[in-house]
């Protein structure tokens, strides 16, 4: 095969996976958790404004603690982390032979000889803290965190939050009656849930169909549930 007719052999892989985590996590509960409400307080009020400000008030706290759960989870992966490091760097500095040991039945692990795992042994252990982030990765499985996620992740999920949340609140802003607001939002946000699902079923390789439909049945359900109840009581 002639050079001209080579292609290079480009890997597609997920990138940002972190973005995309605290995204979904963010807009699927804005979309579900207002639209709930406001299906809920739809049922039991006559006044749209009612709604409104419950519903603008649910997705500020709402962001707020989605936003907080996302610093908290990765303010503690970083801790866990940098416990495990000085943990290693320990065992490197007081403890050499069970380390040595260890990173050669990981070389031994992956079929190098004896000789080799020797030798990869050696030159590994002249730096500490190369060898240190070797054990981090290859002996626990832990990669270094950014030391901004857990900033980031409070500022993404508390965004997609907001930006979720509007949807199932935004006919309600047109409308005096919140009959006739529920209408629309049922339509418009159950329309965002549908392609919302789909789009993040194809990104994390699941049918996306089903993913779509699937994403869309679990906030229509919310909703109904939240109606029913206000119904029920009021």
């Known amino acids: 095969m002639s ?3 080579q292609s290079p052999h480009i890997e597609q892989h997920l990138k940002s996976s972190a973005l995309l985590t605290d995204v979904v996590i963010g807009m699927s509960d804005g979309l579900t958790v207002p639209f709930a409400l ?12 009612i ?8 997705i500020c706290a709402g962001s707020i603690a989605m936003g907080l759960g996302g610093y908290l989870a990765g303010k503690t ?12 760097m320990y065992e490197v500095e007081h403890l050499r032979d069970r380390e040595v040991a260890e990173t050669k039945e990981f070389f031994a692990s992956i079929g190098l000889s004896e ?3 020797n030798k990869a042994t050696e030159e590994i ?7 240190v982030d070797f054990m981090m990765k290859y002996e626990l499985g832990l990669d270094k965190p950014d030391p901004a996620r857990a900033r980031k ?14 949807v199932p609140l935004s006919p309600y802003f047109f409308v005096s009656a919140p009959i006739d607001g529920l209408k629309w939002s049922v339509v418009v946000t159950l329309l965002c849930l549908f392609i919302f699902g789909y789009f993040k079923s194809r990104i994390t390789g699941v049918n996306a169909w089903w993913g779509a439909i699937r994403v869309m049945l679990i906030g229509a359900v ?3 549930a939240a109606f029913g109840v206000a119904k029920l009581f009021s």
């Not at 406001?38 to 404004?49: C, D, F, I, K």
């Not at 992740?153 to 509007?166: C, F, P, R």
């Open 115 to 117: 000789e080799l795992q």
């Open 77 to 88: 992966e970083l801790d866990h982390y940098n416990s495990e490091v000085k943990r290693e």
């Open 51 to 58: 709604i409104l400000i419950a519903g603008i008030a649910e």
């Open 153 to 166: 992740s409070a500022l993404n999920i508390g965004i997609s939050y907001i930006v979720g949340g509007l």
């Open 38 to 49: 406001a299906a809920g307080l739809s049922s039991a009020v006559s006044s749209t404004n």
């Open 125 to 131: 252990a002249k730096d500490e803290k190369q060898w």
């Open 3 to 5: 050079e001209d007719n």
């Open 222 to 224: 919310a909703a109904a």
